[in-house]
Nanobody
Framework: VQLQAYGGGLVQAGGSLRLSCAAS????????MGWFRQAPGKEREFVAA????????YYADSVKGRFTISRDNGKNTVYLQMSSLRPEDSAVYYC????????????????????WGQGTLVTVSS
């Protein structure tokens, strides 16, 4: 499976943006998919994740209530709908995957994901 993220851009504070991550390959529906971000000078951080069937979602506290992760296994795509964007949301956003059917409570981290796409830049102006 290979991942390709897109949809980043420049948006004003308070605006919305939807990121997409398209996966090639047949095994997409056995992967937990996640989004991470990395701002300049900072470490990459977890943003959101979804279980293999979308039945369980996970969010960083900083984006809860503003961001929504979803997936369409028929299209091999995972989405990140971002609303009420803030300048501090500016970062390069990466999608990532790990083969797992786990859907319980868990604090996902970068170390859990072995498959990464290239990043897409999101810039939120104040």
């Amino acid at each position: 499976v290979q991942l390709q993220a897109y949809g980043g851009g420049l948006v004003q504070a308070g605006g919305s943006l939807r990121l997409s991550c398209a996966a090639s390959g047949r095994a997409f529906n056995m992967y937990v998919m996640g989004w991470f971000r990395q701002a300049p000078g900072k470490e990459r951080e977890f943003v959101a994740a979804t279980s293999w069937n979308g039945g369980k979602t996970y969010y960083a506290d900083s984006v809860k209530g503003r961001f929504t992760i979803s997936r369409d296994n028929g299209k091999n795509t995972v989405y990140l709908q971002m609303s009420s964007l803030r300048p501090e949301d500016s970062a390069v956003y990466y999608c990532a995957g790990t083969p797992s059917y786990y859907s319980g409570d868990y604090d996902w981290s970068e170390a859990d994901f072995g498959l990464w796409g290239q990043g897409t830049l999101v810039t939120v102006s104040s």
